[in-house]
């Protein structure tokens, strides 16, 4: 199957500082990229969908000034979460759906705000 | 966003036993998706399915896109402890305003030696 590549896998930031997280399609291009985030024993939440050359679509609830997407390339999507704070802890996991539809995930990023 | 009703919300198993889990919806699905996630890790896709009816294994693993297109489910045959995971399920609907992926609430499954 297609490959997307996360990075970084863990990452512990102090409060108040921007995080950055990359999500490439290693073998594919990508459209159109997905950002989750995942608590604890919980199903993925969609937070924004990513398009290329063009504004991250975010779902409700979700602060786009917060959660910053850039999808610069049709391979690359990053998510930069800005100024975080303890609650923004979470495993964030991010999509890329190739031609068949068939959508494949990056390994997820641990983020601890402490 | 939509989540589809999938159950059990999880199992606890012998090893070798067969295991069965499903996702409903209330809505009619164009393709069914069924993903495993290990602790720490994102979701692996195991099966696609893209039309009604359509019946698809992967080594041990079964996935069936029901008739009806608003259920799928996922059958693991002799489970063994490498099986342990959460399973979601994934069905992508097609709309006028484009594609929407929805997730199951997901299977914690657990094998026990």
């Known amino acids: 199957g297609a490959v997307v590549s996360q990075h970084p896998s863990w990452v512990i930031c102090k409060s108040g500082t921007s995080v950055k997280i990359e999500c490439r399609s290693l073998d594919f291009q990508a459209t159109t990229m997905f950002w989750y985030r995942q608590f604890p024993k919980q199903s993925l939440m969609l937070m924004a969908t990513?398009?290329?050359?063009?504004?991250?679509?975010?779902e409700q609830g979700v602060e786009k000034d917060k959660f910053l997407i850039n999808h610069a390339s049709l391979t690359l999507s990053t998510l930069t979460v800005t100024s975080a704070h303890p609650e923004d802890s979470s495993f964030y996991i991010c999509?890329?759906?190739?031609?068949?539809?068939?959508?494949?995930f990056g390994q997820g990023t641990r983020l601890t705000v402490v | 966003g939509q989540q589809l009703n999938q159950s059990p919300q999880s199992m606890f198993i012998q090893e070798g036993e067969d295991v069965s889990m499903n996702c409903t919806s209330s809505?009619?699905?164009?393709?069914w998706l069924w993903y495993k996630q290990d602790p720490g890790e994102g979701p692996v896709l195991l099966i696609a399915?893209?039309?009604?009816?359509e019946l698809t294994s992967n080594g041990r693993l079964t996935a069936q896109f029901g008739i009806t297109r608003k259920d799928s489910f996922l059958n693991i045959s002799a489970s063994i402890p490498s099986d342990v995971g959460i399973y979601f399920c994934a069905g992508l609907l097609l709309s006028n305003t484009g594609n929407q992926f929805y997730f199951g609430t997901g299977t914690s499954l657990t094998v026990i030696p």
């Open positions: 990513s398009n290329e050359g063009s504004k991250a679509t975010y």
């Open positions: 399915l893209y039309k009604a009816g």
């Open positions: 809505s009619i699905f164009n393709t």
């Open positions: 999509s890329a759906r190739e031609v068949a539809v068939r959508a494949f």
